[in-house]
Nanobody
């Protein structure tokens, strides 16, 4: 059974930092597409960052220079370091894993497995 479990969310003031972790079991991330998505109330789920199966990294424009995505194949974990947080970064953050090549990195359709999410709240 594949499980993705996120942790590390919380409440911070603007300018603060958080590090999200995603522990994956039942599925190897070594040759998988991996991504972080977020969803704010009333908005669609948005791709934040991704590492594809060839280790190419992508970020949505609004987080470039502030967020860093990494993975540890030995630990089967995915991480998102978030610095200089802004109130607009508030939302539920989800870890995702998948293997389809035909969708863009920021399309939820690319990913077959999802975690339950961890809440990030940034106050001004």
């Amino acid at each position: 059974q594949v499980q993705l479990v996120e942790s590390g969310g919380g409440s911070v003031h603007a300018g603060g930092s958080l590090r999200l972790s995603c522990a994956v079991s039942g599925y190897s991330i070594t040759r998988s597409h991996m991504g972080w998505f977020r969803q704010a109330p009333g908005k669609e789920r948005e791709g934040v960052a991704a590492i594809d199966k060839d280790n190419n990294i992508r970020y949505t424009d609004s987080v470039k220079g502030r967020f860093t995505i990494t993975k540890d194949n030995a630990l089967n974990g995915l991480y998102l370091q978030m610095n200089s947080l802004k109130p607009e970064d508030t939302g539920m953050y989800y870890c995702a894993a998948g293997f389809w090549d035909s969708y863009p990195w920021n399309s939820p359709l690319k990913y077959a497995y999802w975690g339950q999410g961890t809440q990030v709240t940034v106050s001004s």
